[in-house]
Each structure stands twice: as structure tokens, then as C-alpha cells.
């Protein structure tokens, strides 16, 4: 709850929404499927910052499709478990190459593969989150597309009222023990 008071927050979805308006042309022209699935969320995070990194994300997801693939796909999901949320950007595109997987976990020294994911990342830790790049195949080991997932906290909604449920006492016990304890009282 400390760190939500001192911290910028922002509406995940909203910010979602103006960085696809940035590049809707881009994706239309290029005849690739968008499938957005999100929640109502608000996030710790500086907008700006956020907002810069989701549209490097994007345009390196556009720019890296093969341009004759008729299957070109893009999917963005937001899920929220607990305090948790997570933000996933699939594509179809080409895979990560090895060096750029290896650098994205500071594995690798030498010249920046796809600086634009990089500044995404450093946007995205510079917040505090986490990030994290992979390549998808299928059950055949097919490589299919390559995912992003960034880990970001909600604002702690506790803060702002108190739960009325709680929890004050766990037992070990089977269903008819517990059934029994409950009628005696």
C-alpha cells in the first residue's frame, strides 16, 4: 500500500487503446488480425512510459511479420490474478533470434539486437515490472510466433476499502470432521 501512495498509476486498458490508435493504420494496411482481450484495470506505472514501451513492442511485432504470410496475426490480453496483472502481446511473426533472447536476460554482450524491444525494456524495468520475450511453437516444435509478457502490480485496491471478509483461523480437517466441529458450537 506504501508504494501505490508515492507512485504514478494508469488505466491499462486506456493506455492500451491510444498506443493501438498510433499504429491501427500500420496494421490495417498490412492486413494483419488483431484480437485485444482486456480488463478494466488501474496499474502502478508512469504512463508515459508504459505507453512508449507497448508502442515499440507493436511496431517491432509489425515490422516483423513475413509479408506475404496471409496469417499474420497480433493478440493482446490483459488477465489480472490478485495484485498481479499480467499483459501478453502475441504475434505470428518470425522468431527471437537466439542472441536476442540471451541478451534480453543480460546473457550477452555486443551490438543491441532490436533496439526497439530493448528500450521497451528498459521502459518497463525503469517501472519497476518485469518483462520477458519468447518464441511459441506448436506440439511439433514449430515455431508459430513469439510472445512478450510484461508483469505489472495493480493498485492495491485494499487501500482504498477494507475487506469485511478475513480469514482468522485455518484448520486441518476432513469435510465431516469440520461438519461435526460446527454443530457442536
Do not use: W
Request: hydrophobic share 35%; aromatic share 6%; charged share 30%.
Amino acid at each position: 500500500a506504501e508504494e501505490s501512495k508515492n507512485q504514478s498509476t494508469l488505466a491499462l486498458e486506456k493506455s492500451i487503446t491510444n498506443v493501438i490508435d498510433l499504429v491501427s493504420a500500420k496494421i490495417f494496411t498490412q492486413g494483419i488480425k488483431l484480437d485485444i482481450n482486456t480488463e478494466e484495470v488501474e496499474v502502478l506505472g508512469e504512463q508515459e512510459n508504459l505507453e512508449q514501451a507497448f508502442y515499440n513492442l507493436l511496431t517491432n511485432a509489425i515490422d516483423n511479420y513475413d509479408f506475404d504470410d496471409p496469417r499474420k496475426y497480433l493478440s493482446i490480453g490483459v488477465r489480472q490474478l490478485g495484485r498481479t496483472v499480467l499483459v501478453d502481446f502475441f504475434d505470428s511473426g518470425r522468431e527471437f533470434s537466439k542472441e536476442f533472447l540471451r541478451q534480453s536476460k543480460g546473457l550477452a554482450t555486443g551490438m543491441v539486437e532490436h533496439t526497439d524491444l530493448a528500450i521497451a525494456q528498459s521502459l518497463i524495468e525503469d517501472e519497476r515490472a518485469k518483462i520477458s520475450f519468447e518464441n511459441v511453437c506448436n506440439d511439433d516444435g514449430d515455431q508459430v510466433g513469439r510472445k512478450v509478457q510484461i508483469v505489472l502490480s495493480s493498485v492495491d485496491q485494499v487501500s482504498k476499502k477494507p475487506s469485511k471478509k478475513r480469514l482468522t483461523r485455518l484448520e486441518k480437517a476432513s469435510k465431516k470432521e469440520l461438519l461435526e466441529k460446527m454443530k457442536s458450537v
